[in-house]
């Protein structure tokens, strides 16, 4: 059975980075049928994708936040990372890590694994 | 501002059917047929419902199905059951710029 486990600091201060790692159990993230994605939801509200990777590095980033996110792959840990740069308290959300589908040769939009969920709270 | 607009909350009885729209443009649903449906009970992960506009991901009761018309998907649930009470969230490829993109999310109350 697949496991997504996340590890990363709950509170970081304003203008500070962000990390997270995803851990992937039970599957490689090598697998050419999937990609390695990012999604956060802000308390009480909706659901917003952040970033997206595939096992050979390609990226893919929200327009609106790609200038103060990276995302990054490292297969032999069997891990994908989160590092988002400059937070406010406007990125105090729950993160999730997720196992997308494909479509073609571009990420999909389904989900059929997710992390536990981080709550990272953006305050000094 | 969600990019993909759902009612903020519907409601029915046991054993009832509800729907669930979801509207974009064409450059989302209009675009391409890869809507998903995730439901989220409180303080839990999403759970994929529908991919692909009609798909069922196996262990998905087939009270739940979806369809499109041109820029709205909608979620349809028969037979409403009291655990079927969660939030309901659309999202749809998009252009190759913008690729993913989420409803505001739906709250559906089980009278």
């Known amino acids: 059975q697949l496991q997504l486990q996340q590890s990363g600091p709950g509170l970081v201060k304003p203008s500070e980075t962000l990390s997270l790692t995803c851990t992937v159990s039970g599957g490689s993230i090598s697998n050419s049928n999937y990609y390695w994605g990012w999604i956060r939801q802000p308390p009480g509200k909706g659901l917003e994708w952040i970033a997206t990777?595939?096992?050979?590095?390609?990226?893919y980033y929200k327009p609106s936040l790609k200038s103060r996110v990276t995302i990054s792959v490292d297969t032999s840990k069997n891990q994908f990372s989160l590092r988002l740069n400059s937070v406010t308290a406007a990125d105090t959300a729950v993160y999730y890590c997720?196992?997308?589908?494909?479509?073609?040769?571009?990420?999909?939009?389904?989900?059929?694994?997710w992390g536990q969920g981080t709550l990272v709270t953006v305050s000094s | 501002q969600s990019a993909l607009t759902q009612p903020r909350s519907v409601s029915g009885s046991p054993g009832q059917s509800v729907t669930i729209s979801c509207t974009g443009t064409n450059s989302d649903i209009g675009g391409y047929n890869f809507v998903s449906w995730y439901q989220q009970h409180p303080d839990k992960a999403p759970k994929l419902m529908i991919y692909?506009?009609?798909k069922r991901p196996s262990g998905v009761p087939d009270r739940f199905s979806g369809s499109k018309s041109g820029n709205m998907a909608s979620l349809t649930i028969s037979g409403l059951q009291a655990e079927d009470e969660a939030d309901y969230y659309c999202?749809?490829?998009?252009?190759?710029?913008?690729?993913?993109?989420f409803g505001g999310g739906t709250k559906l109350t089980v009278l």
């Open positions: 999202c749809s490829y998009a252009d190759n710029y913008t690729f993913w993109v």
């Open positions: 990777i595939y096992y050979t590095g390609s990226t």
């Open positions: 997720a196992r997308q589908g494909r479509i073609g040769a571009r990420p999909g939009v389904s989900v059929d694994y």
């Open positions: 692909d506009v009609t």
